[in-house]
T-cell receptor, first 114, second 111 residues
Framework: NAGVTQTPKFQVLKTGQSMTLQCAQD?????MSWYRQDPGMGLRLIHYSVGAGITDQGEVPNGYNVSRSTTEDFPLRLLSAAPSQTSVYFC?????????????FGPGTRLTVT | ELKVEQNPLFLSMQEGKNYTIYCNYSTTSDRLYWYRQDPGKSLESLFV???NGAVKQEGRLMASLDTKARLSTLHITAAVHDLSATYFC???????????WGAGTKLIIKP
């Protein structure tokens, strides 16, 4: 199993550009989440999904869109990039199967907006 | 609103010493997680604590959970340089099956 994969690993955008961060998992997990990590602030939840076709907002959703058309994929779209979106983005997945809900993380995408 | 507080946020210690990282949370939860993050890397699960009084140990790390006090501890015994990392605790919210994260404790262990 590849686990949770994310692409790209690094990205530089200009203010106002849009892009999609890709996330995929091959563990058949029903829950998927997007976080951003900024220095000294831990992880902040952007959007999450509890299954295909179902998404909801987290703590910091503004400027981001998500969709979940399949169990495996959960892309994050930046609509019009701003310097405040410079961050490291992590995708995670988990399952209710064992009742543990342990989250497994992708390698991250380091985004710089100039 | 569930809040998770870790302390200390930064810890520099000598090899061979013992220390404890504390994780307090503000509302009821019966699942708590500890993760490790090395610089520039992703997060790796260390422990999952599922009930009051749960204790888990792996090598020089031991985690415990007191759900009544809303407190978890991560104890480091006889620290070694390889344990230098940032450690995060996270608490499960059964309202949306998501985790709320502490700010992390950056641990530096000097040889």
């Amino acid at each position: 199993n590849a686990g949770v994969t994310q692409t790209p690993k690094f990205q530089v955008l200009k203010t106002g550009q849009s892009m999609t961060l890709q996330c995929a998992q091959d563990m058949n997990h029903e829950y998927m989440s997007w976080y951003r990590q900024d220095p000294g602030m831990g992880l902040r939840l952007i959007h999450y999904s509890v299954g295909a076709g179902i998404t909801d907002q987290g703590e910091v959703p503004n400027g981001y869109n998500v969709s979940r058309s399949t169990t495996e994929d959960f892309p994050l779209r930046l609509l019009s990039a701003a310097p405040s979106q410079t961050s490291v983005y992590f995708c995670a997945s988990s399952s209710s199967g064992t009742g543990i809900y342990e989250q497994y993380f992708g390698p991250g995408t380091r985004l710089t907006v100039t | 609103e569930l809040k998770v507080e870790q302390n200390p946020l930064f810890l520099s210690m000598q090899e061979g010493k013992n220390y404890t990282i504390y994780c307090n949370y503000s509302t009821t939860s019966d699942r708590l997680y500890w993760y490790r993050q090395d610089p520039g890397k992703s997060l790796e699960s260390l422990f999952v604590l599922l009930s009051n009084g749960a204790v888990k140990q792996e090598g020089r790390l031991m985690a415990s959970l007191d759900t009544k006090a809303r407190l978890s501890t991560l104890h480091i015994t006889a620290a070694v340089h390889d344990l230098s990392a940032t450690y995060f605790c996270a608490v499960f919210m059964d309202s949306n099956y998501q985790l709320i994260w502490g700010a992390g404790t950056k641990l530096i262990i000097k040889p």
